[in-house]
């Protein structure tokens, strides 16, 4: 994979979905300074991507936070809740991202309850996701082109709309009626850092670059500033489209912009646009939730049904079906913003073990040249995911503990029969 492939991988990942979904949330965070958190985010996600560039660079064939950690910390219960933390803000995301399918871009073409719509969606995701999915980069490209222009065009009719005397460029420093603006940022940026995740699964590929060590972080960094330009200037579009109440009070915001510039952009064709970035993101995350089961349950770190796979297709298809079924479980929380902040927790978690990582591998030589980020960086990686955990509400946490025992649980039983073959003799 060269250079500019790598680039596009890695921003198909981290746009789309979440910005299409989430702009009403966070309007309803900061008001109409939409760009502030978006921005915050974006500086904190690049904190993290320097301990990434640093790991993988310098250990381009272990790929993923999980052998990261057993690297750094040699405890096989850390690097199995660090990669079990990976699957479950996999299943939340994609359970978040249902429920903005079935919003008001689908409402565009179907009157349809979200709950229910969303439940089925997710069946239909694991249907093609049993059947087999074989991306391409080609395959990738295309997807990201049609993510990038939907946000293309809400910056486009904005400007219209500005060029034309409408709008209102002073809704972009409001902030809602009674809160603090750096305390408002803060809760904002926990919401806006969901957008910005997907850079970590970069690290998967690593192996299929050419000269990694120069390659890789010019793409990730590059990838990550690109997608923080086209948010914040979607933040500040929408903001100058819209009060903020009306984008709040919308499941499909980008079209309320849309259609708020008058411009001759039909309703179904951003509507389609949209659920496409969505489905799309929903349909990875869920390939890479199932896949990433499956191989744990095959090391052991998970129960051993977990990875029966379809004679035919070779599609682990029980790991599909339990993964399937916990997302459309957590679609009954129907609280978009509550699943999004769960994500960014358990994706926190996973990020600070990787910033410390780089610090403890600090002691372990390669031959090979490698990327070596500043210590300071990695350090105020930790502070920074500290910040935002002491954001969250105890809802969200109450989440993450769930998620965490349930961890627990499922490692115990899988190890159980290991340590019952070690205690009588076997091999």
Request: proline share 5%.
């Amino acid at each position: 994979m060269t250079g500019p492939l790598l680039f596009l991988f890695i921003l198909g990942d981290v746009l789309g979905a979440g910005i299409y979904a989430l702009m009403g949330v966070l309007s309803g965070e900061v008001g109409g300074a939409l760009w502030a958190p978006l921005a915050l985010a974006l500086l904190l996600a690049l904190l993290t991507a320097g301990s990434y560039a640093e790991l993988v660079t310098k250990y381009p064939k272990a790929g993923g936070a999980a052998i990261f950690a057993q690297r750094a910390f040699t405890k096989p219960i850390v690097s199995f809740l660090v990669g079990f933390s990976m699957l479950a803000a996999g299943v939340t995301s994609a359970a978040g991202l249902a429920i903005a399918f079935a919003g008001e871009y689908l409402q565009t073409f179907l009157p349809l309850p979200t709950i229910p719509t969303a439940m089925v969606f997710l069946v239909l995701v694991a249907a093609l996701n049993a059947r087999g999915i074989s991306e391409s980069v080609k395959s990738n490209l295309v997807m990201t082109v049609i993510e990038v222009s939907g946000l293309v065009i809400v910056i486009a009719a904005v400007g219209l709309m500005l060029g034309g005397g409408g709008g209102d460029v002073t809704r972009v420093t409001e902030f809602p009626e009674g809160t603090t603006p750096g305390l408002a940022v803060l809760g904002g940026a926990i919401i806006a850092y969901y957008s910005f995740v997907g850079f970590e699964t970069s690290a998967n590929v690593a192996e299929e670059v050419r000269d990694p060590s120069r390659v890789y972080p010019r793409a990730l960094f590059g990838a990550l500033i690109m997608a923080g330009v086209v948010y914040v200037l979607v933040g500040l579009a929408s903001a100058i489209a819209l009060p903020a109440n009306e984008l709040a009070a919308s499941s499909g915001p980008l079209l309320a912009v849309v259609a708020a510039t008058g411009v001759a952009v039909p309703p179904w064709l951003f509507s389609l646009i949209a659920l496409i970035a969505v489905a799309n993101g929903a349909l990875l995350t869920m390939i890479m939730t199932s896949r990433v089961t499956f191989g744990m349950a095959e090391q052991g770190l998970l129960p051993g049904v977990l990875a029966r796979v379809l004679p035919g297709r070779r599609t682990p298809w029980v790991a599909i079906v339990a993964t399937t079924v916990l997302a459309m479980l957590l679609t009954l929380v129907g609280d978009l913003t509550t699943l999004a902040s769960a994500v960014v927790l358990l994706l926190l978690f996973v990020f600070i073990s990787t910033n410390v990582a780089v610090l403890v591998l600090r002691k372990d030589t390669v031959e090979h040249k490698h990327f070596r980020v500043w210590t300071a960086v990695p350090v105020l990686g930790v502070a920074s995911c500290l910040l935002l955990l002491t954001q969250q509400e105890p809802i969200v946490w109450a989440f993450g503990a769930a998620f965490l025992v349930l961890g627990v649980i499922l490692y115990l039983v899988a190890r159980g029969p290991s340590r019952r073959r070690a205690g009588g003799g076997g091999e």
